[in-house]
């Protein structure tokens, strides 16, 4: 499995970017599809998660009502389009997935963040 983020880069207060995440190697029809974050000197804080018919859409609180997850799946791509970003969003955007048989994992949130497979991040600096 293959993930590969884009679409970081610097923003002002206020401002909007949308990242990507194309997909590979996957061998389930069937799975969630997450994005994670992490603020310079702070843990992995998980932000939001879709399954892969789109039907079910989670997201953490920080982030709820500004951000939106969407996936295109005919280009098995996952998007995550943030309005209203704030500087306490500046992160390093992670885009992640688990196994169906992953035990860690109850719908797209796995605990202490035990997904299977991660790209390699996007960043994100929100800044004047």
């Known amino acids: 499995v293959q993930l590969v983020e884009s679409g970081g880069g610097l923003v002002q207060p206020g401002g909007s970017l949308r990242l990507s995440c194309a997909a590979s190697?996957?061998?389930?029809?069937?799975?969630?599809m997450s994005w994670v974050r992490q603020a310079p000197g702070k843990g992995l804080e998980w932000v939001s998660s879709?399954?892969?018919?789109?039907?079910?859409?989670d997201y953490a609180d920080s982030v709820k009502g500004r951000f939106t997850i969407s996936r295109d799946n005919a280009k098995n791509t996952v998007y995550l389009q943030m309005n209203s970003l704030k500087s306490e969003d500046t992160a390093l955007y992670y885009c992640?997935?688990?196994?169906?048989?992953?035990?860690?994992?109850?719908?797209?949130?796995?605990?202490?963040?035990?997904?299977?497979?991660w790209g390699q991040g996007t960043q994100v600096t929100v800044s004047s």
């Open positions: 879709i399954y892969s018919d789109g039907s079910d859409t």
């Open positions: 992640a997935t688990h196994e169906a048989g992953n035990t860690y994992c109850s719908g797209g949130y796995c605990s202490n963040l035990e997904y299977d497979y």
């Open positions: 190697g996957f061998i389930s029809s069937s799975y969630y």
